[in-house]
């Protein structure tokens, strides 16, 4: 059954849009917290996918009570019939991960799946949208580039990164986009599909 889209124009219609949104290993996962805010304040359902290494900034706990939903973590947390990669996937109008790491980025280049935020996006056919968040020198790096072009192939969107303070303490490419503008992102993106 599709979705009554509704104005793009307006940021804060994202009533009924089921939001799967992945958190990476970034410092910038800190942040997280007030993008669940920012999404169910708009009147969107949010699914939080923590990985492993996401779990070491942020708790599933704080995820939970901003989203009011249950928080997934590991591939094989849950030991009932639902195969979650798959339910997640089918159930999603979009896939956001914010903060995407380099590593994350990597893993989508090759098409892995080893994980379940991975394998979410793998069976997904719904949009896919990424938010960096690393060094510098790290989303500057070649590979890191080229990893973004093939994401870009498969048809994966990106909000980029901004210039700013990073955590090392210098200022350069790399911090994530400011929420309202992933927010708007997000909207933009589920509008026009």
Known sequence: MKRKKSNPDSVSDLRNVRVVLGIC??????????????????????SCILTANGARFVTPLTLQTLSRAKVYEGMFDSWDWDIEHISLAQKADIIVVAPASADMIARLA??????????????????????????????????????????????????????????????????????????????TTVHST
């Open 110 to 187: 090759a098409g892995r799946a080893d994980d379940l935020l991975s394998c979410v996006i793998l069976a997904a056919r719904k949009p896919v949208l990424i938010c960096p968040a690393m060094n510098e020198n790290m989303w500057l790096h070649p590979a890191t580039k080229e990893n973004v072009r093939r994401c870009v192939s498969y048809g994966y969107r990106f909000t980029q990164p901004q210039e700013g303070e990073l955590a090392c303490g210098v200022n350069g490419a790399g911090r994530l986009a400011e929420l309202e503008s992933i927010v708007a992102d997000i909207n």
């Open 25 to 46: 290993g970034s410092i910038a996962a800190y942040k997280s917290p007030e993008l669940v805010r920012l999404l169910v304040g708009r009147g969107a359902e949010v």
